[in-house]
């Protein structure tokens, strides 16, 4: 069973820019999922085990970017131009896949990590 462990969650000001780390060993495709309180696990962005396909949602386009470095058994979530309403504890989570598709809903994943908190303040 694969360990996903999410780290460089914290507190940013509006207009800032935090980077999310999660380390995962193994080859799966990865997503970023958030959840603010009161509301649904929001899908944030995917990438596919071979790094060539990418997905983001729509709130997020063009302000995040999603990457891995197989190497270091490392998926990266950059966030850049923040807005509060970013505010969230961002998931990682895994799914058993060698191949460039990118999975975008929560029930196509198998691991899940314990998430890190996002606070943006306007």
């Known amino acids: 069973q694969v360990q996903t462990v999410e780290s460089g969650g914290g507190l940013v000001q509006a207009g800032g820019s935090l980077r999310l780390s999660c380390a995962a060993s193994g080859r799966y495709a990865m997503g970023w999922f958030r959840q603010a309180p009161g509301k649904e696990r929001e899908f944030v962005a995917a990438i596919s085990w071979t790094g060539v396909s990418t997905y983001y949602g729509e709130s997020v386009k063009g302000r995040f970017t999603i990457s891995r470095d197989n190497a270091k058994n490392t998926v990266y979530l950059q966030m850049n131009s923040l807005k509060p309403e970013d505010t969230a504890v961002y998931y990682c989570?895994?799914?058993?896949?060698?191949?460039?598709?990118?999975?975008?809903?929560?029930?196509?994943?198998?691991?899940w990590g314990q998430g890190t908190q996002v606070t943006v303040s306007s």
């Open positions: 989570a895994a799914r058993r896949d060698y191949s460039s598709t990118v999975f975008q809903r929560k029930n196509e994943y198998d691991y």
